[in-house]
């Protein structure tokens, strides 16, 4: 049990352009989600945390306006990286929580290549 | 603000042998959790050991076991019998009782020699 999912494993744009991602917790309601970005080589720095039906709550620096998510659901969290550039370009990892007491669980991260 | 500090960035250790890495951490909490995870090469983060603050005893999975001293503030991984599928990246990670937010260490890579 406690599996989360992340859609696409990997994906490719151009510029400017919009890119979604998908989180899903397969097997547990998660009442709150976690986004991280990873560079090469570096630890995962956390971007947001965000509860059902709630804004997002982001960490210092993280531009809001760009990365946009929404947590529409116990089971999902999508973010959306705006006109994307190729500074945005990184690893993004996903987590789901039950609750305070229990660990996150992570999905398997989303490589994200800017051209 | 609370910080987690590896200060390995890389080890080696022979297959079948023991290897300790270490972690630091600076909170003025008195509860708290702190994490090992593991990210091989798939980068899939995976939890290798818990421990509560408030146990005093230390947590063991198998081969794995830390060694927690509250009052140095110190958290290290012990891995026993290392074998090949132990190579990876290991993170130290701290989470407050009342924040569902991990920090994270920078990281140490081991490396297993067989």
């Known amino acids: 049990g406690a599996v989360v999912s992340q859609h696409p494993s990997w994906v490719i744009c151009k510029s400017g352009t919009s890119v979604k991602i998908e989180c899903r917790s397969l097997?547990?309601?998660?009442?709150?989600m976690f986004w991280y970005r990873q560079f090469p080589k570096q630890s995962l720095m956390l971007m947001a945390t965000?509860?059902?039906?709630?804004?997002?709550?982001?960490e210092q620096g993280v531009e809001k306006d760009k990365f946009l998510i929404n947590h529409a659901s116990l089971t999902l969290s999508t973010l959306t990286v705006t006109s994307a550039h190729p500074e945005d370009s990184s690893f993004y990892i996903c987590?789901?929580?039950?609750?305070?007491?229990?660990?996150?669980?992570f999905g398997p991260g989303t490589r994200l290549t800017v051209l | 603000a609370q910080t987690v500090t590896q200060s390995q960035p890389e080890m080696s250790v022979q297959e079948a042998e023991t290897v300790t890495l270490s972690c630091t951490y600076d909170?003025?909490?008195?509860?708290?959790?702190l994490f090992w995870y593991k990210q091989p090469p798939s980068r899939q983060m995976i939890l290798v050991i818990r421990q509560e603050a408030y146990k005093q005893q230390n947590a063991t999975e198998n081969r794995f076991s830390v060694n927690f001293q509250k009052a140095a503030k110190s958290f290290s991984l012990k891995i026993s019998d290392s074998q090949l599928g132990d190579a990876a990246m290991y993170f130290c990670a701290y989470r407050s009782w009342e924040d569902d937010k991990i920090i994270f260490g920078k990281g140490t890579r081991l490396h297993i020699l067989p």
């Open positions: 987590s789901a929580s039950r609750d305070r007491a229990n660990e996150q669980f």
């Open positions: 097997d547990f309601q998660a009442t709150t």
């Open positions: 965000s509860n059902e039906g709630s804004k997002a709550t982001y």
């Open positions: 909170t003025s909490e008195s509860d708290y959790y």
